[in-house]
């Protein structure tokens, strides 16, 4: 008797050490190291202004930019979409949302620059609203001709999440996206 009370006391402190324990690991928008990494942090950038970027042609930024605090204001609400509409992008100051939808992907970052001058936006992303957020870098890079850009997603270990995709500038309501 005293040998199952011990084993049911052992079971329901494992299973609470589970449960408290369980938001702090990789795959949870954590790191795995309980330090409360943030996506800055993990791909050792410091936030910016987009308007300082390459895709600066490609915005509707002030000119010259407003400042905000440290980093200066970054474009007025823009939107890409690619000609499936199944993957858009939408620029807001120095913030960039990307939805794939046929892979149910969401993805939410800010704008930033490492050292060596690569930029891009880092934040994290998300597959089917599971809530399990993963450290991510998107990079968005403007082609030739204007309101033209290619962007592509990897995760916080280089591993393409999203493979290149040539987005378009849209102005106009967007149609139904085509079959996945």
Excluded at 50 to 73: I, T, Y
Excluded at 148 to 168: F, I, N, W
Aim: hydrophobic fraction near 45%; proline fraction near 6%.
């Amino acid at each position: 008797m005293r040998s199952n009370l011990f084993r049911a006391g052992l079971a329901s402190a494992w299973t609470l050490a589970m449960v408290v324990f369980a938001g702090c690991g990789p795959g949870v928008g954590g790191t795995g190291t309980g330090t409360g990494t943030t996506a800055f942090d993990a791909f050792h950038v410091s936030a910016a202004s987009v308007c300082e970027g390459a895709l600066a042609a490609q915005l509707d930024c002030a000119s010259p930019p407003a400042a905000m605090g440290p980093v200066a204001a970054g474009t007025q609400p823009v939107r890409f979409a690619d000609i499936a509409g199944q993957v858009t992008l939408e620029l807001n100051g120095n913030l960039a949302t990307l939805d794939a939808l046929c892979l149910r992907l969401h993805f939410g970052g800010e704008f930033g620059v490492d050292a060596g001058s690569v930029e891009g936006f880092f934040g994290s992303y998300d597959i089917g609203g599971s809530g399990m957020n993963r450290l991510a870098a998107l990079s968005a890079v403007p082609m030739a001709g204007g309101g033209v850009l290619t962007v592509e997603l990897r995760d916080a270990d280089g591993s393409v999440v999203v493979k290149p995709v040539l987005l378009q500038r849209v102005t106009t309501m967007l149609p139904a996206p085509s079959p996945c």
